[in-house]
């Protein structure tokens, strides 16, 4: 069950991500209907990596003219499309995605633990939605493709989890800034913070917000995906993930 894509600069990263047959023939076809925009993005993400750049950020720092371009390209491109709700998750290793994700769907689908990484988009069916693992990465270059932002454009929600600080998937943020899209902020393993600290981690997590300039927050929820009746925040959480 893998697939739907993990988006890179060739048909060889593709594959590697791609194992699902609908998946591929969907990105497949969409490639084909998008000539023209894949080789400006292979042009851009190219002249990128011979800069060495590694994140958004740093592409903002360091070439303002490619930076801006990059956001021409993405607004340029369409939406991949996708049946029903596709929800997709993007976090650090350890933040608890697929913790979250075996909770949400009250199976355990996704494996945790120590050493488990998620190196491919996992997709995992619920009932009337899907949910995606999404890798978490050193850089997002990798992101810098015609059909990852596609893939992005065509989430119903894009959820992105923390555990400490805004700074952990900052570059992340930049990206989905630039791009004009929205998403949703979960604080998880809540519970790890003392009950006497919580109320000002949440300010401290908020005013983060505020500090790191974000422009398309929608929601920040505060919960624990190992205990998840612990805080309200969780089912207000599942109720606007997975309402139809």
């Known amino acids: 069950m893998h697939g739907l894509l993990l988006l890179g600069h060739s048909h060889e990263v593709i594959r590697e991500y791609v194992q699902d047959p609908a998946a591929m023939k969907l990105l497949q076809e969409f490639q084909l209907q998008n000539v ?14 011979d800069q060495k750049i590694e994140s958004f950020e ?13 956001v021409k390209l993405a607004t340029q491109t369409t939406p991949l499309q996708m049946q029903g709700r596709n929800i997709g998750f993007f976090g650090l290793t350890s933040t608890g995605k697929s913790t979250m994700i075996n909770k949400l769907l009250d199976r355990e689908v996704a494996k945790t633990g120590a050493g488990e990484t998620t190196t491919k988009i996992e997709p ?9 693992d999404i890798p978490g990465r050193n ?6 493709s ?3 932002v596609a893939f992005w454009k065509g989430l119903t929600a894009r959820v992105v989890l ?26 998880n393993k809540f519970d790890l913070i003392k009950q006497d600290e ?21 929601n920040v929820w505060f919960v624990s995906s190992q205990n998840p009746r612990q805080f309200p925040d969780w089912m207000t959480m599942v109720d606007y993930l997975t309402s139809q």
């Open 139 to 144: 850089d997002d270059t990798t992101y810098f």
């Open 124 to 132: 995992y069916d619920g009932k009337g939605y899907r949910l995606y």
């Open 198 to 218: 919580r109320e000002n981690f949440k300010a401290q997590i908020k005013q983060e917000i505020i500090q790191c300039g974000l422009k398309g927050v929608n």
């Open 162 to 187: 923390l555990s400490t600080s805004m700074k952990e998937m900052t570059k992340v943020f930049r990206l989905l800034d630039a791009i004009n899209l929205k998403y949703d902020i979960v604080v």
């Open 36 to 49: 023209h925009l894949l080789q400006e993005f292979e042009k851009l993400r190219q002249d990128i990596e």
């Open 58 to 70: 740093d592409l903002q720092q360091y070439d303002q003219k490619g930076a801006e371009a990059l």
């Open 146 to 148: 015609m059909e990852y």
